[in-house]
């Protein structure tokens, strides 16, 4: 789907990072600043609209600090149904989509809607970075350290709780941290060295890893023990929940994963998961990756150094 814009990107050299590795965001540099730019929208995840706005913002938000960079200032990206939506419910997912992008320190400059039968919404964001100390997923070395900074999990909840297999406190603990910006996340990594990132959505665990190793030319080593997840996934998964993108992420990553251990089909079902609003995926030598765990912990986040990066061929694999 990218393979037609490679080559404008590279056709002009103000492009810092453009579609060939497949990044969080495009770069461009503009008067000695790095501009980052992305776009992202969701379905809804949640009966509150407004909280469903908070975490679609957050959720778009994280690729400008998956590049670190802070938000600038965002536009609304609105597919809303003509008929069929309770009053005050679109105006309330747009007040929660601004109560982050405040949060940010962006500004709100409008935006775009549509007509669609399935209610979506998200945002267009612009940041900036500074272009010698961006993170990049193609930046990861031999013998770092790979920081995960959410729990995974976020699919086969968000569906569970859509078929009324998981109730509203259920999903709670998972829409703290999908509301929940990475901004803490980005600024520590940044301060710590770090120069190789990524945030894990929708093609989950796996997917996202493969992208930093293809990008990096490195390998990936997980282990799965260490991985956090959210509480009630395993249970919800060996019931039978799944994801339409599950099946997906698995065949993406055929050939180049590798299970160096014995797992149940829900615990692989967790590899592939698909998130929203997902941790960023850092990679950083091992002293300050011990660091960065430490302080988001005590700031309350559940981040958790995951595995390493190794030689080899890219590939992501799992003991």
Request: aromatic share 6%.
């Amino acid at each position: 789907m990218l393979s037609p814009l490679v080559p404008q990107g590279g056709r002009d050299g103000r492009v810092l990072v453009g579609p060939e590795t497949a990044d969080d965001a495009g770069v461009f540099l503009h008067n000695g600043r790095a501009l980052v730019a992305t776009a992202d929208f969701i379905t809804p995840v949640c009966d509150d609209p407004r909280r469903f706005g908070r975490v679609a913002a957050a959720n778009a938000l994280s690729d400008v600090y998956a590049m670190g960079g802070r938000p600038l200032f965002a536009l609304n990206l609105c597919c809303f149904p003509q008929a069929d939506v309770p009053e005050g419910v679109l105006g309330e997912i747009l007040a929660g989509a601004n109560e982050k992008i405040i949060e940010a320190g962006a500004v709100l400059m409008g935006g775009h809607s549509v007509r669609d039968p399935e209610l979506k919404f998200g945002l267009a964001v612009t940041g900036e970075a500074d272009p010698e100390r961006l993170m990049t997923n193609a930046a990861a070395r031999f013998g770092d350290t790979l920081v995960l900074t959410k729990p995974l999990g976020t699919g086969v909840l968000i569906n569970a709780f859509k078929f009324d297999k998981l109730d509203e406190a259920g999903l709670e603990p998972a829409l703290v941290q999908l509301e929940r910006l990475n901004a803490d996340a980005a600024d520590a990594a940044l301060r710590l060295g770090a120069r190789a990132a990524t945030d894990v959505t929708g093609f989950g665990l796996v997917g996202h890893a493969l992208g930093m190793a293809r990008a990096s030319g490195v390998a990936m080593r997980f282990a799965f023990e260490r991985l956090p997840v959210h509480p009630r996934f395993e249970e919800l998964a060996r019931s039978g929940i799944t994801t339409g993108c599950t099946m997906g992420n698995r065949e993406h990553a055929a050939g180049a994963f590798t299970l160096l251990r014995e797992l149940g089909p829900e615990q692989e079902e967790l590899l592939f998961d698909p998130q929203t609003s997902g941790g960023l995926l850092v990679a950083l030598p091992e002293g300050p990756a011990q660091a960065l765990v430490a302080e988001l912990s005590a700031r309350g986040h559940r981040a958790t150094a995951i595995g390493e990066v190794i030689a080899g061929e890219p590939r992501v694999e799992i003991h």
